[in-house]
């Protein structure tokens, strides 16, 4: 993503209105982040893998257990919500995602929905404060309280799915006894405890 994004896609809310104003920041958003990707999966593995290798290699763990097993269309959508989630909470950032997807072997399948959807909030936001600046006579009437609960809907939306997959793995646990990897761990233990 270009530094000063946010600058430009509130000027987009500003020159050309809510709807082409969104149309615009979206296309060139996605169009940056497609390039960002391909760069990255074409010359720069080398160069995440060298600066970045720690972080990348700590959201592959993560990004494994949301795959599913032999790539099942549930596994594949369940890490469609995730990146889509992970874009819309400000905890990474658009390029560190961009880059590291590449990296990661994420196909552009994945990608582009989770990115597009993902963006839609922010962009929005930036779109509405374009259009807020250019009507605004006060610093008082600004009202956050709509795009601060449209942003909460967001994330509780995007966040229920993953809640109701752990849920269920939970109550499938219990109901099939104890995993393999808890007898892997007692064996693990019982070995360590015979070498001492």
Not at 107 to 133: K, R
Not at 181 to 196: C, G, S
Request: aromatic share 10%.
């Amino acid at each position: 993503m270009i530094p000063g994004a946010t600058v430009l896609n509130m000027l987009a809310g500003n020159n050309f209105g809510m709807w082409m104003g969104l149309a615009t920041t979206m296309f060139y958003n996605s169009l940056g982040s497609i390039f960002l990707y391909l760069i990255s999966r074409s010359v720069g593995r080398r160069i995440v893998k060298r600066y970045l290798h720690d972080r990348v290699e700590s959201f592959r763990t993560l990004f494994q257990g949301r795959t599913g097993k032999d790539g099942k269309v549930i596994g594949t959508m369940s890490l469609v919500i995730y990146l889509t989630s992970l874009r819309i909470f400000p905890f990474t950032p658009n390029w560190f995602l961009n880059v590291s997807m590449a990296s990661l072997e994420i196909p552009l399948t994945v990608f582009i929905p989770s990115m597009v959807v993902g963006l839609l909030p922010y962009n929005y936001l930036a779109v509405s404060a374009g259009l807020i600046l250019q009507d605004l006579p006060s610093v008082k009437t600004v009202n956050a309280n709509a795009s601060v609960l449209l942003i909460a809907v967001a994330a509780v939306g995007l966040t229920i799915p993953s809640l109701l997959a752990r849920l269920r793995a939970c109550l499938y646990k219990e109901a099939q006894g104890p995993s393999v990897d808890y007898y892997w761990k007692q064996v693990r233990k019982a070995h360590q405890h015979d070498e001492k």
